[in-house]
């Protein structure tokens, strides 16, 4: 018989079975050692580093927006400043279908496609996290109603905030300029850090040019946040730094009558103050209402105020370029005496025309059968063409261009706005550059009355007739008087004087002064009639700035011509003024288009300013007569004159 040889070997297996148990006891030994040494090394070595990571977890550092500054005039009356409005914010990460709650939440609360619009490019500006504006300026009912579905949707938030607002409406719309919503655009070229808690920038006018003084500095809060990130406590604040306040040199009780005067007409007006460069009044009409810009205007809105042929929205002031006309004419009757090219005493006949030698071609003047003999005198007083045709051919261009810009012509007044335009003053270079053509003798002529290419903007008028104003002095036009940080002291803006111009004969400023007099006190002046007699002493000068060149025969009248034509291919009229001339206070420039009331506008501003507010003629001068029944008969003259006018038997064009 065989034995059986046995299946298993008991022992083998029990042995390897140890030796597994064993390998496997070691490793876990090792597991457990790497494990508690790595628990060690977070716990001691790394404990400073993850409990600041998990405090911070917990901690949040909330940006506070800073209160921005408010604008005064130079009288303390308030033009721009904050109201407190409440709003609808939007938390996106907390929101979960934004369409489907946008949706839902319009039921309650109105939205309109400018809110969706502005939403969403806002949503593209901010972190998740951020609180963004949906809806500016909810009704108390609007309030109501969202606190009580508010359980409804997460991530909707209704905070009470401050917002701009411009309490006269379109009035100095022109030159606050208004604030807006940040764009993608300004994000590049802000502190983006500042702006955190910020959603709105100016954008122009004064609100843009002093954005960095008018925002402030911001401030933070770190809360403390529950499982849910929502804040639970303040931790500590860094308190935001407002913004200044600034005052304005303007006078905002000049600048409405101003408003009113040139209510109703296309046009602008800018007055200063001689002897420092303040801006009194900056009037650009029609204007607009700045306050639908701040909370968002609807592009239909917006769309109307682009169409609009007013084109309410263009400063006519700062970037208006328009002929120099007729007031072009002192500044070249100076440089003729400066340059001795004519003098007081030089007379020539005036045909009604001037003609350049081996030229066929006739240069009219307004006055069809002419002035007769014409001195200096005579030709700045009745705007004698002919008189400056010939002054201009001896002069040359050159002569022409560089007192032109010795008195701020062709450049950038350095006024604190952004939009100013610096008009042209032509030259053969120029010509070239950017028409592509020669200068010929003739276009010297036609820039001797101010016609031809050269263009200014109402400021650079007003400027220059503040220098005539000065005897030469030329102080940078400025808007801003002083600025305060709200506990600090004020820091005064001082005058800037750029240049003064001098010539041969101090006396010349006179010569040209005493001429711009009779403009006004003539009754050959361009003015008499139109700006009429003051109980104040007024140097000015008129101009008529040609829209469209009709040919005309001897018979007709120029008023009659501009009454058959269209609106607006009427000339328009302009005029320059100082006043009182022994001692300017104010120095005006009114250009109104397709129309010749500028001189009727210049005497209702210089009026209330003159007589009213700085009373340079005081009503006790007449005993026992009020100022208002001594201003009468003035009143009285004007009508008579401007019914005469309107006759067309005394209208003498500029």
């Known amino acids: 018989m065989y034995s059986r040889t046995p299946i298993k070997n008991h022992i083998q297996e029990i042995q390897l079975i140890s030796q597994r148990c064993i390998t496997v006891l070691i490793v876990m030994i090792i597991?457990?050692?790497?494990?508690i040494s790595r628990l060690g090394y977070l716990q001691l070595s790394k404990h400073l580093l993850y409990s600041t990571l998990s405090q911070k977890n917990s901690l949040d550092l909330i940006p506070i927006e800073p209160t921005r500054g408010l604008i005064y005039d130079r009288n303390g009356v308030l033009l721009a400043e904050n109201i407190p409005v409440f709003s609808l914010d939007?938390?996106?990460?907390?929101?979960?279908?934004?369409?489907?709650?946008?949706?839902?939440?319009?039921?309650?609360?109105?939205?309109n496609d400018t809110d969706i619009v502005q939403l969403q490019k806002q949503l593209k500006q901010h972190r998740r996290f951020d609180e963004i504006p949906l809806k500016l300026r909810l009704s108390e009912t609007e309030v109501a109603k969202f606190a009580e579905n508010l359980y409804r949707f997460p991530g909707f938030v209704v905070k009470a905030r401050l917002i701009r607002h411009y309490p006269f409406d379109a009035s100095l719309s022109h030159v606050l300029g208004y604030v807006g919503r940040i764009n993608i655009d300004e994000l590049d070229d802000i502190d983006a850090t500042n702006y955190s808690a910020t959603n709105y920038i100016g954008k122009l006018g004064i609100e843009k040019y002093y954005e960095d003084d008018l925002h402030g500095t911001v401030g933070y809060e770190q809360v403390e946040n529950d499982a849910s990130g929502e804040p639970v406590r303040v931790l500590n604040q860094i308190i935001p730094k407002a913004g200044k306040?600034?005052?304005?040199?303007?006078?905002?009780?000049?600048?409405?009558?101003?408003?009113?005067?040139?209510?109703?007409?296309?046009?602008?007006?800018?007055?200063?103050?001689?002897?420092?460069?303040?801006?009194?009044?900056?009037?650009?009409?029609?204007?607009?209402?700045?306050?639908?810009?701040?909370?968002?205007?609807?592009?239909?809105?917006?769309?109307?105020?682009?169409?609009?042929?007013?084109?309410?929205?263009?400063?006519?002031?700062?970037?208006?370029?328009?002929?120099?006309?007729?007031?072009?004419?002192?500044?070249?009757?100076?440089?003729?005496?400066?340059?001795?090219?004519?003098?007081?005493?030089?007379?020539?006949?005036?045909?009604?025309?001037?003609?350049?030698?081996?030229?066929?071609?006739?240069?009219?003047?307004?006055?069809?059968?002419?002035?007769?003999?014409?001195?200096?005198?005579?030709?700045i007083t009745s705007s004698c063409d002919t008189y400056f045709y010939d002054l201009a051919s001896k002069l040359g261009i050159q002569r022409i261009d560089n007192i032109l810009t010795e008195f701020g012509f062709g450049e950038l007044s350095g006024i604190d706005l952004d939009e100013e335009l610096p008009g042209i003053i032509a030259s053969p270079a120029w010509k070239k550059h950017v028409k592509g053509l020669p200068w010929y003798p003739g276009d010297t002529v036609l820039s001797g009355i101010g016609q031809g290419y050269m263009q200014a903007t109402p400021l650079q008028?007003?400027?220059?007739?503040?220098?005539?104003?000065?005897?030469?002095?030329?102080?940078?036009?400025?808007?801003?008087?002083?600025?305060?940080?709200?506990?600090?002291?004020?820091?005064?803006?001082?005058?800037?004087?750029?240049?003064?111009?001098?010539?041969?004969?101090?006396?010349?400023?006179?010569?040209?002064?005493?001429?711009?007099?009779?403009?006004?006190t003539s009754p050959e002046g361009t003015g008499y009639y139109h700006f009429g007699r003051t109980l104040y002493s007024v140097a000015a000068k008129t101009g008529t700035a040609q829209v469209y060149t009709k040919k005309r025969n001897e018979a007709d009248e120029d008023l009659e011509d501009q009454a058959k034509l269209p609106e607006k291919l009427r000339d328009h009229s302009l005029i320059i003024a100082f006043a009182p001339v022994e001692d300017p206070?104010?120095?005006?420039?009114?250009?109104?288009?397709?129309?010749?009331?500028?001189?009727?506008?210049?005497?209702?501003?210089?009026?209330?300013?003159?007589?009213?507010?700085?009373?340079?003629?005081p009503a006790r001068m007449i005993p026992g007569s009020p100022l208002k029944k001594m201003l009468e008969p003035i009143k009285n003259s004007v009508a008579l004159n401007a019914k005469k006018s309107n006759a067309g038997k005394l209208y003498a064009p500029g």
């Open 245 to 379: 306040n600034l005052y304005l040199t303007l006078d905002s009780k000049l600048q409405f009558a101003a408003e009113k005067a040139l209510e109703g007409m296309r046009g602008a007006l800018v007055a200063i103050q001689p002897k420092t460069g303040e801006v009194l009044a900056i009037v650009s009409q029609p204007s607009y209402d700045p306050n639908p810009f701040v909370s968002g205007i609807s592009t239909q809105d917006f769309q109307a105020l682009q169409d609009s042929p007013e084109r309410p929205l263009y400063n006519r002031a700062l970037r208006g370029l328009y002929p120099l006309a007729s007031t072009i004419k002192p500044f070249i009757a100076l440089e003729g005496l400066n340059s001795g090219v004519t003098n007081p005493n030089f007379t020539l006949s005036d045909p009604g025309w001037y003609q350049l030698k081996n030229s066929e071609h006739l240069f009219h003047d307004w006055r069809h059968r002419g002035h007769g003999m014409v001195n200096l005198n005579k030709a």
């Open 90 to 111: 939007i938390i996106p990460y907390k929101v979960g279908n934004l369409p489907k709650a946008l949706a839902e939440i319009g039921k309650i609360i109105p939205l």
């Open 461 to 520: 008028l007003a400027v220059g007739t503040s220098m005539l104003a000065n005897h030469g002095q030329h102080f940078m036009p400025h808007l801003l008087s002083k600025e305060q940080q709200p506990g600090k002291a004020e820091i005064i803006q001082k005058p800037i004087l750029i240049n003064k111009i001098e010539l041969s004969d101090n006396n010349y400023w006179n010569v040209i002064i005493n001429s711009l007099q009779n403009v006004i």
């Open 585 to 617: 206070q104010i120095a005006i420039a009114v250009i109104i288009e397709n129309s010749k009331l500028a001189s009727g506008v210049a005497r209702k501003v210089m009026d209330y300013y003159l007589l009213q507010e700085l009373k340079v003629v």
């Open 31 to 35: 597991l457990v050692v790497l494990l």
